[in-house]
């Protein structure tokens, strides 16, 4: 292992933070012998919100509500949008995103005051909004599984996002809320190449065993879609029918998609990985990137910024509908069910 590389980590950088004044460096006027960084090994803080569901003001995402149990994720994806949030907690979005993670011990407690507060009109919560509900800490900390518990009681419906195989986990929860249509599941495969899979997403479950989440899920009746995202053209563009095709065979219901884009750090993360990993197509990458964003690898766009324009965006479009329409015809996700909504329910819950 070279020096400067960190194994099992997306991110080989800290970057610096927008809001503080200071920055850790490993420049010394008298020179240092060894590197600063000696291990960037996982550290989990407890976080104490007063409260827990987010709403989603994004055109764009086409959600009411989100619900994170935790901040920073240790599957370390080097594109990952959310890594800009760590710096508002005083972290770097660089390796102190996969390291220094947040975990919400509470957030059962508080999902279950907010949605029975008398105020509250039922709507879908998305489980994240962020990072990952299924990463490596949860099967320690169980806290996606405690508030599955919460919206199985009070029959509330839940989608969820995941790249991780402990979803399985809790498959009897998940089963016994699709019988009244209370959730819906979208398992994100990035790519089938499994080399380029280590690579970009270094502590996520292999392609092979989301496909494989995908067909248990379908076979116990739990609605699941595929989300082939991001598209990163001159890394993963072409492997959209592939994606969709294997997703399908293994009982998909529907397919979803996003283009990457590198706004606030991600530009310098995602172009230092780039550089180390694929040195050859560092020029083209980054290049087809900035065309699908109006010549700038950043976007903030609503309407644009997940889907690109021009006519790159349109090939990718193109590619992408013309494979849903062939492996998905006649599927479709069912609607959340809104009635079932109750203040009551078979599980015993215990907050400690």
């Not at 800290?14 to 920055?23: D, E, K, P």
């Not at 086409?62 to 800009?84: D, I, K, T, V, W």
């Not at 001159?234 to 095709?245: A, R, S, T, V």
């Not at 590619?319 to 998905?328: C, G, I, N």
Request: hydrophobic letters at 35%; glycine letters at 8%; one cysteine or more.
């Amino acid at each position: 292992m070279e020096k400067d590389h960190w194994k099992g980590r997306g991110a080989q950088l800290q970057t610096g933070n927008r809001f503080s004044s200071q920055h850790l460096v490993t420049e010394h006027s008298e020179g240092l012998d060894e590197e600063l960084i000696l291990s960037p090994k996982t550290k989990i803080r407890l976080e104490h919100p007063k409260t827990i569901i987010n709403p989603v003001k994004s055109p764009d995402i086409g959600l009411s509500f989100s619900l994170n149990p935790y901040q920073g994720c240790e599957h370390g994806c080097s594109y990952c949008y959310a890594r800009n949030s760590h710096e508002y907690y005083g972290f770097s979005a660089g390796l102190d995103f996969e390291t220094q993670l947040m975990a919400k011990p509470d957030a059962p407690r508080l999902l279950e005051k907010q949605i029975l507060s008398s105020n509250w009109k039922v709507a879908p919560i998305s489980l994240s909004g962020n990072t990952d509900c299924y990463q490596p800490i949860e099967k320690k900390m169980g806290i996606t599984r405690q508030l599955l518990e919460v919206f199985a009681r009070y029959r509330h419906p839940v989608g969820i996002i995941t790249k991780n195989s402990l979803i399985e986990r809790d498959i009897d929860i998940l089963q016994d809320l699709a019988k009244e249509d209370l959730v819906q599941v979208y398992i994100s495969i990035t790519s089938l190449n499994e080399e380029l899979r280590r690579k970009m997403e270094p502590r996520t479950a292999s392609a092979s065993k989301r496909l494989q989440i995908i067909e248990k899920l379908s076979n116990v009746g739990v609605p699941v879609a595929v989300m082939n995202a991001p598209i990163i053209p001159g890394l993963n563009d072409q492997e959209i029918p592939e994606i969709l095709k294997a997703s399908a065979e293994k009982g998909a219901r529907s397919a979803g998609m996003t283009v990457v884009r590198l706004n606030g750090k991600l530009e310098e993360i995602f172009s230092d990985w780039l550089k180390r990993n694929y040195p050859d197509r560092f020029q083209k990458v980054m290049g087809q990137i900035a065309e699908l964003h109006g010549g700038s690898v950043k976007d903030v766009e609503f309407g644009r910024r997940m889907k690109g324009e021009g006519i790159l965006a349109e090939m990718i479009h193109q590619l992408f509908y013309t494979s849903k329409k062939k492996y998905f015809s006649n599927r479709t996700m069912p609607k959340f069910n809104l009635q079932a909504f109750r203040k009551g329910g078979n599980y015993s819950l215990n907050f400690g």
